[in-house]
């Protein structure tokens, strides 16, 4: 077994580092009012830093998984709510580099990479959640045509996206997945209008409802097969959330790092706080399960790279990073006393940020009946 990273992987995340060191983590805190500044998501694509997995003849750079995961922990490091761009555009590209039609693949794909637009997802619905596939927003197909009619809810960059892959119900309710189809559709088609929503936190993501009023999409839009699009593009999910996983504990990884520089040097009763075990055990637990949940994600993302099943290690990083990711913000902002508590300090808007994902994309219960699947099969599933 080899834990380590190639010469190549090592020099890519110096080199995200020192980006997100001198380019993202000063303003971190002052975009969650002002949002993205114009032109950073195309400079972060002409620095290679979006869907990078994607190959070259997309206009990506033809990485590996595991080598994404290292931009995109870096990235988080420095701006959890920057590294969505990385984390939606790999979704995203994967997804129409394996459904769409060869030119239009190659054209979104390549837009996507080059930062020169941002693309969402709309699978959720208000009366949906959880239940994934229960899905009421319509596609009705006339020729070369679909009519889209209906809602998605908790859409990432709602408010700024210029395309969306959108799933929706082509087939009767009753035949819940085998009835569901995807689309690619662009933003400003007509009869589109966006409600962002008032969030707790990942302010510049900018999550919001999409409703569709009798939306035309062309028939050459359609990703996968028609009435199959749930279960051929939803494999795409397994890759996302090795990606999340890693996406929280780099936000975790700079609180930690932040509070053992404090620890070392806030004085009580004439000495570091650092020499008071009950300041310092907390940190060294957390210090080993962020090694030990980082470690699983990575294995996740090499067993991608090798054509390997990672369904189970997907849903396991996916329920515990985020978790692991919050509880530490958590001790470092306690730890840091009544000034933790100030939004002087970034601890209180990564604690806000990462909580987003133990809802989005799936639940912590949802990954836990997957692993129970992969475990037992399909007797552990409620609705089989």
């Given at each position: 077994?080899?834990?380590?990273f190639?010469d190549?992987?090592?020099?890519?995340r110096?080199?995200v580092?020192?980006?997100?060191?001198?380019?993202l983590?000063?303003?971190?805190?002052?975009?969650?009012?002002?949002g993205?500044?114009?032109?950073?998501?195309?400079e972060?694509?002409?620095?290679?830093?979006?869907?990078?997995?994607m190959p070259?003849h997309?206009?990506g750079?033809?990485l590996?998984?595991?080598?994404a995961?290292?931009?995109?922990?870096?990235?988080?490091?420095?701006?959890f709510?920057?590294?969505?761009?990385?984390?939606m555009g790999?979704?995203?590209?994967?997804?129409v580099?394996r459904?769409a039609?060869?030119?239009?693949?190659?054209e979104?794909?390549g837009?996507?990479?080059r930062?020169?637009i941002?693309?969402?997802?709309?699978?959720?619905?208000?009366?949906g959640?959880?239940?994934a596939?229960?899905?009421k927003?319509?596609?009705?197909?006339?020729?070369?045509v679909?009519?889209l009619?209906g809602?998605?809810?908790?859409a990432?960059?709602?408010?700024h996206?210029?395309?969306?892959?959108?799933f929706?119900?082509?087939g009767?309710?009753?035949?819940?997945?085998?009835?569901i189809?995807?689309?690619?559709?662009?933003?400003?088609s007509?009869g589109?209008?966006?409600?962002?929503?008032?969030?707790?936190?990942?302010?510049?993501?900018?999550?919001g409802?999409?409703f569709?009023?009798?939306v035309e999409?062309?028939?050459?839009?359609?990703?996968?097969?028609e009435?199959?699009g749930?279960?051929?593009?939803?494999?795409?999910?397994d890759?996302?959330?090795?990606?999340?996983?890693?996406q929280?504990?780099?936000?975790?990884?700079?609180s930690?790092?932040?509070t053992?520089?404090y620890?070392?040097?806030r004085?009580a009763?004439?000495?570091?706080?650092?020499?008071?075990?009950g300041?310092?055990?907390p940190?060294?637990?957390?210090?080993?399960?962020?090694?030990?949940?980082?470690?699983?994600?990575?294995?996740?993302?090499?067993?991608?790279?090798?054509?390997l099943?990672?369904?189970s290690?997907?849903?396991m990083?996916?329920?515990?990073?985020?978790?692991?990711?919050?509880?530490?913000?958590?001790?470092?902002?306690?730890?840091?006393?009544?000034?933790?508590?100030?939004t002087?300090?970034?601890?209180?808007?990564?604690l806000?940020?990462?909580?987003?994902?133990?809802?989005g994309?799936?639940?912590?219960q949802?990954?836990?009946?997957?692993?129970?699947?992969?475990?037992?099969?399909?007797?552990?599933?409620?609705?089989?």
């Amino acid at each position: 077994m080899d834990f380590g990273f190639t010469d190549d992987q090592l020099a890519i995340r110096e080199a995200v580092a020192r980006y997100g060191a001198e380019r993202l983590a000063p303003g971190y805190m002052r975009r969650e009012k002002t949002g993205f500044e114009p032109g950073l998501v195309e400079e972060m694509g002409s620095l290679g830093y979006i869907a990078p997995e994607m190959p070259e003849h997309f206009g990506g750079a033809g990485l590996d998984a595991v080598t994404a995961g290292l931009i995109v922990e870096e990235i988080a490091r420095h701006d959890f709510n920057a590294s969505y761009v990385q984390l939606m555009g790999s979704l995203c590209a994967t997804i129409v580099a394996r459904h769409a039609a060869p030119d239009l693949a190659r054209e979104v794909v390549g837009q996507i990479c080059r930062g020169e637009i941002l693309i969402g997802l709309g699978l959720t619905e208000p009366g949906g959640g959880s239940d994934a596939a229960n899905l009421k927003l319509r596609a009705t197909r006339h020729g070369d045509v679909f009519v889209l009619k209906g809602e998605k809810a908790s859409a990432s960059f709602a408010a700024h996206m210029h395309k969306i892959v959108v799933f929706a119900r082509t087939g009767a309710q009753e035949d819940r997945a085998r009835g569901i189809s995807a689309l690619l559709v662009d933003m400003d088609s007509p009869g589109i209008t966006r409600l962002p929503y008032d969030d707790l936190g990942t302010k510049p993501v900018g999550r919001g409802s999409v409703f569709f009023d009798e939306v035309e999409v062309p028939a050459s839009r359609l990703l996968g097969d028609e009435h199959r699009g749930f279960s051929q593009v939803m494999a795409g999910f397994d890759y996302s959330r090795g990606l999340i996983g890693l996406q929280c504990l780099g936000a975790a990884r700079a609180s930690l790092d932040e509070t053992w520089a404090y620890v070392s040097e806030r004085e009580a009763f004439g000495r570091p706080i650092a020499k008071f075990q009950g300041v310092t055990e907390p940190l060294a637990e957390y210090e080993t399960l962020l090694e030990a949940c980082r470690l699983l994600c990575y294995k996740t993302l090499w067993l991608r790279d090798q054509g390997l099943p990672h369904t189970s290690e997907a849903a396991m990083v996916k329920w515990w990073g985020p978790k692991l990711a919050y509880d530490i913000i958590h001790q470092c902002l306690i730890t840091h006393g009544h000034y933790g508590y100030s939004t002087d300090l970034p601890h209180q808007q990564r604690l806000r940020d990462v909580l987003g994902l133990q809802i989005g994309d799936g639940t912590a219960q949802i990954q836990k009946m997957i692993v129970a699947r992969e475990k037992i099969g399909r007797i552990a599933v409620p609705y089989a």
